[in-house]
């Protein structure tokens, strides 16, 4: 059965981010996008991982512009956005596909293990986030509309299982 660290992405400046370095932590991973209502959550990402890194949390963001081209920058210019309006500080990813047949791997992976609302498996918009479990298994899938402060509950419950 394939898990969360079986996955690599690239890195916002192109590095291989091979997930096996986030063995035995909770990850939350995230589609992202500079220009969707939902831009604002990055403060409440930044502050989660500020608050819970050094428990054992890591967040992925993961730029995708598959909705309503709100994501059309370069990672330069995504990195330097999140940099300068959020101080964003957690790991990103080069921008990538979330559904599709160019949909990246791992995404494809954590759609199938966590359908969505009457068992679609496609992420509707950007800012759905995916909990992964210290073992590398999906924990839970939230909408966009779920905030981060909203997770704690289901964060701290993480990282409190061994």
Request: hydrophobic share 40%; aromatic share 10%; proline share 7%.
């Amino acid at each position: 059965m394939p898990q969360f660290t079986d996955f690599e992405l690239l890195a916002l400046d192109g590095a291989p981010m091979p997930l096996s370095t986030f063995k035995g932590r909770v990850v939350l991973v995230v589609n992202v996008a500079s220009m969707c209502g939902f831009t604002p959550q990055y403060a409440g990402l930044e502050q989660l991982w500020r608050s819970y890194k050094g428990r054992g949390l890591t967040i992925i963001g993961c730029p995708c512009d598959q909705f309503g081209h709100q994501e059309p920058g370069t990672e330069a210019e995504i990195g330097a956005f999140c940099s300068s309006r959020y101080d964003v500080s957690f790991p990103m990813s080069a921008k990538l596909e979330v559904n599709g047949d160019q949909a990246h791997p791992l995404w494809q992976w954590m759609r199938d293990a966590e359908p969505g609302v009457l068992g679609t498996t496609a992420v509707k918009w950007n800012f759905t986030k995916f909990l992964i479990g210290r073992d590398g298994q999906v924990i839970a899938r939230y909408a966009p509309t779920a905030t981060p402060e909203s997770m704690v509950n289901d964060i701290e419950a993480a990282l409190a299982a061994v």
